[in-house]
């Protein structure tokens, strides 16, 4: 059993900058992936940023130059530095991991960008 645990999601005024955390435990034996997905209402969960094992990185196209996904290896842990934030990033963020031909998800946390 893993366990995503984000925090970091908030309210935040336009140009504002934010940071998400993610947190995994559990039964990890070797993580492939931790990334970062989006939904706002009524519109499909899109991907926001993902990094690999190996440290490879792929970001939307609406996010690239504003956000930054960064990894500690050591706690299992994944983090989303969201800077320059729009109204149009406004959605629940949630975190996923992939190990060993299993994806999980995190519970989702809200960020708002509004003035």
């Known amino acids: 059993q893993v366990q995503l645990v984000e925090s970091g999601g908030g309210l935040v005024q336009p140009g504002g900058s934010l940071r998400l955390s993610c947190a995994a435990s559990?039964?990890?034996?070797?993580?492939?992936?931790m990334g970062w997905y989006r939904q706002a209402p009524g519109k499909q969960r899109e991907l926001v940023a993902v990094?690999?094992?190996?440290?490879?990185?792929n970001y939307a196209d609406s996010v690239k130059g504003r956000f930054t996904i960064s990894r500690d290896n050591a706690k299992n842990t994944v983090y989303l530095e969201m800077n320059s934030l729009k109204p149009e990033d406004t959605a629940v963020y949630y975190c996923?991991?992939?190990?060993?031909?299993?994806?999980?998800w995190g519970q989702g946390t809200q960020v708002t960008v509004s003035s």
């Open positions: 990094i690999t094992s190996g440290g490879s990185i």
């Open positions: 996923n991991l992939g190990s060993q031909g299993r994806h999980y």
């Open positions: 559990g039964s990890i034996s070797r993580i492939n992936y």
